[in-house]
């Protein structure tokens, strides 16, 4: 090679280097046409954009240069390779997202052809076949190497996947199924997300033995599909059936627990149902918190519109404080919970109603009955009377 190839090619490095938009590019194509990326959510991206400024770096390197992946680049090559691994992307499509890249890269050098060789074109053909086949037996076995061993680690592969959930990494419900099918389990579903953490002033990091425990007191007997538990700071995060929830209250009580349990979410938003309550329990007042009793969806939604970050529309909220009090034929009912709650008593309800005030307290019972929510509690009181008043 002589040295005016090498610096037509190094001219070309650096316009490219310096132009921002080509690694935009490369993300850009990767997320339209492989699928998998075309699901991953905001949070994932930045990793993608740093492995897309990554790999074009090294690309063009190796063609300016006519050099071939090092050691430090084979070892990033296993590490994304792991990572993707752990966090249920298939492999196939990894490998795809490279091949995608190379095109884009291609397309690019081709765009300032009049500038280079023949020569330059055959050194960058040589360069990126033998890159991509390299990269792919690096990948392909470390990615089949950590599979192997998070099928071998059960529980640690399902907190792992759990971890994954609630930061919202999980590339979408087909990732997941494949990832749960290659665990060998079936995650519950519906299903319920419990944080939960000690009640006191101090709280250090939990620790994954206690967060374990809590999750044997709560199994559901006949249930086979798959909990786990992890933790995040000082709060244990657990997901469970669905039918665990009822349970949730009396043993967090106990222990002299509290916790938040969502239960209202789908699979795919497992990463809103843990803000939801995380951010329950950050702002809930303490006569919120009520032994032998967690927050609930409800809670959690009605919080975060106190809060001014309302992750549902009004009627949504009001629906899941009210339940059944929402249905024409409990209108006696609502009338009985606006009138408690306008004057202040039972008695005086009735008043209002021209009833008896027995009559009005047997419709505060089964207002009771009805919303898991006593009229007679502060804070549930609030909930339902913020309930009532957004209702459309």
């Not at 430090?72 to 994304?80: C, E, T, V």
């Not at 469970?240 to 009580?253: F, M």
């Not at 059944?324 to 606006?338: F, K």
């Amino acid at each position: 090679m002589t040295s005016q190839p090498v610096a037509a090619r190094e001219h070309v490095r650096q316009e490219m280097l310096a132009d921002p938009r080509l690694v935009a590019a490369i993300v850009s194509a990767v997320h339209e046409h492989v699928p998998v990326y075309a699901a991953l959510d905001d949070s994932r991206l930045p990793e993608v954009r740093a492995i897309a400024a990554w790999g074009l770096e090294r690309l063009l390197h190796l063609w300016v240069t006519d050099g071939t992946l090092d050691p430090s680049d084979l070892r990033r090559l296993r590490g994304i390779a792991a990572a993707r691994a752990a966090d249920g992307r298939p492999v196939q499509a990894v490998l795809r997202a490279y091949r995608v890249a190379a095109t884009v890269l291609t397309d690019e050098i081709a765009a300032r052809a009049p500038r280079l060789a023949a020569a330059d074109a055959f050194a960058l053909s040589r360069m990126l076949l033998t890159a991509l086949d390299t990269l792919s037996e690096e990948m392909t076995t470390a990615y089949a190497a950590t599979d192997e061993d998070l099928a071998a680690d059960r529980d640690r592969a399902l907190r792992l996947l759990l971890d994954d959930l609630i930061a919202g990494r999980h590339a979408s419900v087909g990732a997941l199924s494949d990832r749960s099918a290659r665990l060998g389990v079936q995650l519950p579903d519906p299903y319920c997300l419990l944080v939960a953490e000690p009640v006191g002033t101090e709280r250090p990091d939990m620790a994954l033995d206690a967060a374990t425990g809590l999750l044997d007191a709560l199994a559901v007997p006949g249930d086979e599909a798959a909990s786990t538990a992890t933790v995040r700071g000082s709060r244990a995060v657990l997901l469970l059936p669905g039918a665990a929830a009822a349970g949730a209250g009396t043993v967090l009580g106990a222990r002299s627990w509290r916790g938040c349990a969502i239960t209202g979410e789908s699979l795919d938003r497992v990463a809103v149902a843990y803000r939801l309550a995380a951010d329950a329990l950050d702002t809930a007042p303490g006569h919120a918190h009520r032994a032998g009793r967690v927050l609930t969806d409800a809670d959690a939604h009605v919080l975060a519109l106190l809060a001014g970050h309302a992750a549902a529309a009004p009627d949504h909220v009001a629906r899941l404080v009210l339940g059944p009090l929402t249905d024409p034929g409990q209108r006696h009912l609502m009338d009985a919970l606006t009138a408690y709650i306008d004057t202040g008593s039972a008695n005086a309800a009735a008043r209002a109603l021209h009833l008896h005030a027995q009559s009005l307290r047997y419709r505060l019972r089964r207002i009771h009955a009805l919303t898991s929510r006593d009229p007679r509690d502060p804070w549930q009181r609030l909930t339902l009377d913020i309930a009532r008043t957004i209702r459309p």
